[in-house]
């Protein structure tokens, strides 16, 4: 089985989807002229908004719900993984294609954002709808809903709570089947209640952990400023291919690099928009601004914080696919994973760094596991828009928290391999979907802009820009104009 699924991941994450990344996230960087550099100060200006009334989540629930989505153990074991296969190049690669998914984050969020639906106090949007009403294929649309409950059900939850669970037994001697009775638990008690509870929790526990942790690596960094110049050089020249002990291994430094920051981020396979479509705004554009932040927050804090702490203190290894001995082993029988970054820390805070990474992993993918459920319930959502069949929601609810528990007790190998599946898959399809969703995605952008320069607060019509099954907004703009109206009368009396 295993052997099938490894076949499997080679197949998915070639060099064609890694350079598809790459290149379509260049090309929405060309396209919207750099949207997520030039309204970059416009971002802290959308998250602050209020919501408007009750339905939905606010702006700034929902780029906490997105990045406990995206600040995951992507970003502390994954970067092991991408540094002990592609070498501190890899790191590099993983900055580059952070920057280049902030234009993926945006454009997808502003699409989920534009075709999204309200069902009772509750907004649905994301890939699927996305495909649906703006592409018009509907048995496509259908097979990316079934993928995306399967995927978010039984094969993504397994990473993050193996992660958990073999971090807890390595710092604490935790039998891993413990920790998934707990964090099972945990996790079930809060989908249960809903996507305004997951929501108001993720909003609490995301910046307190995220500001700890950045924190720790800054601390890290003073201790070990001496070697920061000479790590940043290193990363480069294994990037480019100019080191010589790592410049053969370029093809594995992109590779990898691109592989993890695609699984960190989730920018550019769909997994933010479904959060997106659940805010209440009043533009598109606006929540693809908060989702690019949230790109930034994510790779230029915590992602590049992890690289940084294990090039820095030397706790890794390289050991890349076809090489008969590592490359470097600078912490041999250690293998690639949170373990590096724990022991990195301790240089500084001696077993209070290990205590500092296992709660940090809790935490983060502790989030991360309640944006999951959400995000497979928007896949409920697609084929039972009105809730007639509950018990589609708690079958999924069952199953979620069931392949969570198996993935305590599974191969790290294994869980890591079915996820790049799941990613590798979204990808794809969603990629492709962005590309076909360029037109209606520009004609957005020019009506914020317009709307910006003119100095108004952006409120959208799609009728005005001749965009077709934006439903949701046709009746927002209508809403908006009435209340215009009836405020004018009122002043005049």
Request: net charge positive; glycine share 10%.
């Amino acid at each position: 089985m295993e052997q099938l699924i490894n076949t499997i991941v080679g197949y998915l994450w070639s060099n064609t989807l890694v350079y598809l990344a790459l290149g379509v996230g260049l090309y929405f960087t060309l396209i919207t002229r750099g949207v997520q550099f030039r309204y970059f100060r416009e971002m802290f200006h959308v998250i602050r908004e209020k919501k408007e009334d009750h339905s939905g989540i606010s702006p700034r629930q929902a780029l906490f719900m997105a990045l406990a989505g995206r600040i995951g153990v992507g970003n502390i074991a994954g970067v092991a993984l991408a540094v002990g296969m592609g070498g501190p190049g890899a790191i590099f690669w993983m900055i580059v294609m952070g920057f280049l998914a902030g234009a993926l984050a945006f454009c997808e969020s502003t699409i989920a954002q534009l075709y999204k639906f309200k069902e009772g106090d509750q907004y649905y949007g994301g890939v699927h709808f996305y495909i649906d009403r703006g592409l018009k294929l509907k048995p496509f649309a259908a097979v990316a809903a079934g993928v995306l409950i399967i995927s978010y059900t039984v094969m993504m939850p397994g990473i993050q709570m193996n992660t958990i669970a073999t971090t807890f037994k390595a710092t604490f001697q935790i039998p891993p089947y413990v920790s998934g009775i707990v964090v099972t638990l945990g996790i079930g008690l809060i989908i249960w209640g809903g996507v305004k509870r997951i929501a108001r929790a993720v909003e609490k526990i995301v910046p307190t952990m995220s500001a700890m942790y950045v924190l720790a690596t800054v601390i890290l960094l003073i201790f070990h400023y001496d070697k920061i110049p000479e790590t940043f050089v290193l990363i480069v020249k294994s990037a480019l291919g100019m080191d010589a002990v790592f410049g053969a291994i370029i093809g594995q430094a992109v590779n990898w690099g691109v592989r993890r920051a695609v699984f960190a981020s989730a920018a550019g396979a769909g997994e933010s928009t479904f959060a997106s479509a659940a805010a209440m705004t009043s533009h598109p554009v606006k929540q693809g601004l908060i989702q690019a932040f949230s790109i930034f927050f994510e790779t230029a804090l915590i992602l590049t914080s992890s690289g940084l702490m294990i090039l820095i203190t030397g706790m890794y290894n390289v050991s890349p696919l076809g090489s008969s001995a590592p490359l470097v082993e600078y912490v041999p029988g250690i293998p690639a994973g949170a373990e590096w970054t724990s022991l990195a820390l301790q240089t500084v805070f001696q077993q209070g760094g290990a205590w500092l990474i296992s709660l940090a992993i809790l935490v983060f993918a502790f989030t991360t596991l309640m944006t999951y459920y959400y995000v497979a319930e928007s896949g409920i959502a697609y084929f039972d828009r009105q809730n007639k069949y509950p018990i589609f929601k708690t079958i999924a609810k069952i199953a979620s928290l069931a392949a969570l528990f198996m993935g305590s007790i599974a191969s790290t190998e294994t869980m890591w391999a079915l996820g790049d599946i799941t990613f590798g898959s979204m990808a794809y399809v969603n990629l492709i979907a962005l590309i076909l969703l360029t037109k209606p995605l520009l004609k957005v952008l020019k009506d914020y802009d317009i709307q910006r320069k003119s100095g108004k607060d952006p409120v959208f019509d799609p009728r005005k820009v001749d965009i077709k099954n934006a439903t949701y907004w046709e009746k927002y703009a209508d809403l908006k104009k009435a209340q215009a109206t009836s405020l004018a009368a009122n002043q005049k009396q």
